[in-house]
């Protein structure tokens, strides 16, 4: 919308909502009225106690004068707090309009676009209006209420005053007045765009931090932290330039006041003079100078402040609060449109094609396999602790994974069994030792895209907004037919969920699936992903004893390399072998041999069992 535009309907608002507090507008003029005498017997009292009292060499002429200032400076002190209460009756009724207004817009957006409900985009900038917008709105109205209440009653009262003491010294103390008047309206309309552009650019910076914080492990599974991280940096860039724009208007604005405020009592002063020749007494002058200095400048000092600072924001805040709300009858895109329409693939996925859920590219392109007789899995006196100080969680481990093998790995809570599997996902750099993927470095070089060799699925499996087809075949570089979903969904088991969903191309909406349901619909992606090698982290954790079963099988005649963090003993007793982790320790071999070697593991067998 123009600017003239904004201007149109903001100003519409106002004065229909100050139509609607008659009253409250009544009583604010009455006691301003008040103010207005205060601010002409200031002056007038000045210069008839020096014509009529101290320079006629009447003294107490004079002193009473002075007595009349005195009491008027009293009632306009009773005349400011009678002001402060009716500007209450308007203050706050405009405040709760606003919140109302607020809350009316949120849920019309709500109603009319459900797949923007609750997403931190969506929320962002309903929170900002009910808070920190709402009291902008509040606090801009209040000041700007009073200040211009004050300038127009104050300059009433000082040119009723300068008329009365002698017309001819509004010539000269008007054109300077006029000119930095002028000179102050010419900036309200580029600091009002400035503004809202800053606010606009506050706003899109709060959306695009709740997006990113919201899907912050698919931006990391995609190696998509650069460009994000670009798009937060181009928003705080335009910050800092609109701040600097707003800086260099508010400067022109200061000259503007300059002007308004110092050139007329310089005109004054000048022209005294040709003022006392013309016959104005020098009370008269005295006079003027008090209606200056003391009464009429300052208010046009801090009006203009006031129009130029609260006067613009809350023209830019109210524009908010007045745009249309959502028709709810409009027919809303659906959720996920955004995304499916700016990418050809979802944006992120937590078993990504880029090697795990957090996810670190590598330099391998899709078409790259591992050299036939290389190790799928390769660790090297690897050691790992989370900060210098810390307590190794992996130390010294020796560890070779042939091509095609199943592994299991077990061990307690918190030993260490997702450390394992990061640093092979290569999300985590070894503090010493090497791992190796395929007979290359497991972290690969970034910037070099995604690293197709290995497919990590974490325990919170990851299901994005689309067709349930494209949440199967996401990690794949190429199409995929609909008789290999159909083969993979029938290994997993999971067709029976794809039929309940809707079929293949049914809309998949990831809060109304239960965790089990997502994973399964994750293991179906990872079996479908050509990466060579698997990396489960308990990723069959919510799925029950059979689907897990039927899963794990098939995931392990599946061409390539398996390695599970086991959930259950019968995970560990279906692999071919089986790695211990007790505490630095660690121990390999298959199920059978192992009770006999690793106390942990006999006692986690028993453990399973006894629960089994």
Not at 205 to 223: F, K, P, Q
Not at 568 to 577: E, G, T, W, Y
Request: proline share 7%.
């Amino acid at each position: 919308m123009s600017e003239y535009g904004t201007w149109r309907r903001v100003s519409r608002e106002g004065r229909r909502f100050l139509r609607g507090h008659p009253r409250s507008l009544r009583r604010l003029a009455l006691w301003s009225l008040l103010e207005s005498a205060h601010t002409f017997l200031g002056g007038y009292a000045v210069a008839r106690a020096l014509d009529d009292g101290f320079l006629a060499g009447r003294t107490g002429t004079g002193i009473l004068w002075l007595a009349v200032a005195a009491t008027g400076a009293v009632v306009g002190a009773l005349a400011l707090r009678g002001v402060f209460g009716g500007l209450a009756d308007l203050v706050e009724p405009l405040r709760d309009g606003l919140v109302r207004r607020s809350v009316r817009q949120a849920i019309g957006r709500a109603v009319a676009d459900p797949g923007r409900a609750g997403s931190g985009s969506g929320d962002a900038g309903a929170v900002s209006r009910l808070t920190q917008q709402t009291e902008m709105a509040r606090d801009s109205f209040a000041g700007l209420v009073l200040i211009a209440r004050s300038f127009v009653f104050t300059a009433l009262g000082a040119l009723l005053g300068l008329a009365a003491l002698a017309p001819v010294l509004l010539v000269l103390v008007a054109p300077a007045l006029l000119l930095g008047a002028a000179g102050f309206l010419a900036t309200l309309h580029p600091m009002a765009r400035v503004q809202r552009a800053a606010l606009d650019t506050d706003e899109a910076l709060s959306a695009h931090a709740g997006e990113l914080a919201a899907g912050l492990r698919d931006v990391v599974a995609c190696g998509g932290g650069a460009d994000a991280g670009a798009r937060v940096e181009a928003l705080i860039a335009e910050q800092e330039r609109l701040t600097g724009r707003l800086a260099r208007w508010t400067a022109l604005r200061t000259l503007a006041l300059g002007v308004a405020g110092r050139l007329p009592v310089v005109a004054l002063l000048a022209g005294t003079p040709w003022l006392l020749g013309r016959g104005v007494s020098a009370g008269a002058v005295a006079g003027a100078l008090t209606y200056l200095l003391q009464s009429l400048l300052p208010a046009l000092d801090a009006l203009m402040t006031a129009v130029g600072a609260a006067g613009t924001r809350l023209l830019v805040v109210l524009d908010r609060f007045c745009e249309p709300e959502p028709v709810e009858g409009r027919d809303p895109e659906p959720a996920g449109t955004e995304a499916t329409r700016t990418e050809p693939e979802p944006a992120g996925t937590e078993a990504a094609r880029t090697t795990s859920a957090a996810g670190a590219p590598g330099p391998h392109a899709p078409s790259a396999r591992p050299a036939p007789r290389a190790p799928a899995v390769e660790l090297r006196g690897v050691r790992f602790a989370y900060g210098p100080r810390a307590h190794p969680v992996i130390d010294g481990l020796d560890l070779v994974v042939g091509p095609g093998e199943h592994l299991a790995v077990v061990g307690p809570s918190g030993i260490g069994k997702s450390t394992l599997t990061a640093l092979i996902a290569g999300l985590l750099p070894p503090g010493g030792g090497s791992v190796r993927v395929g007979g290359a470095p497991a972290r690969g070089v970034p910037g070099q895209g995604p690293d197709v060799r290995r497919t990590l699925l974490p325990q919170q499996a990851y299901v994005f907004t689309g067709t349930v087809r494209e949440n199967l075949t996401h990690l794949c570089p190429g199409p995929v037919s609909g008789q290999e979903v159909e083969r993979a969904t029938t290994a997993l088991g999971s067709d029976r969920l794809v039929d309940r969903l809707g079929g293949p191309d049914a809309a998949v909406d990831p809060g109304r699936l239960t965790p089990g349901e997502r994973q399964h619909l994750a293991l179906t992606a990872a079996y479908l992903s050509p990466a060579p090698l698997l990396l489960l982290d308990e990723a069959t954790c919510h799925l029950d004893p059979r689907t897990e079963e039927r899963a794990e099988r098939a995931l392990a005649k599946r061409p390539g390399t398996l390695v599970v963090v086991a959930h259950r003993i019968s995970s560990a007793a279906r692999a071919d072998r089986v790695l211990v982790l007790d505490g630095t320790r660690a121990v390999c071999g298959t199920h059978a041999e192992l009770p006999a070697r690793s106390p942990l593991y006999r006692d986690l067998v028993g453990l399973w069992n006894a629960h089994g």
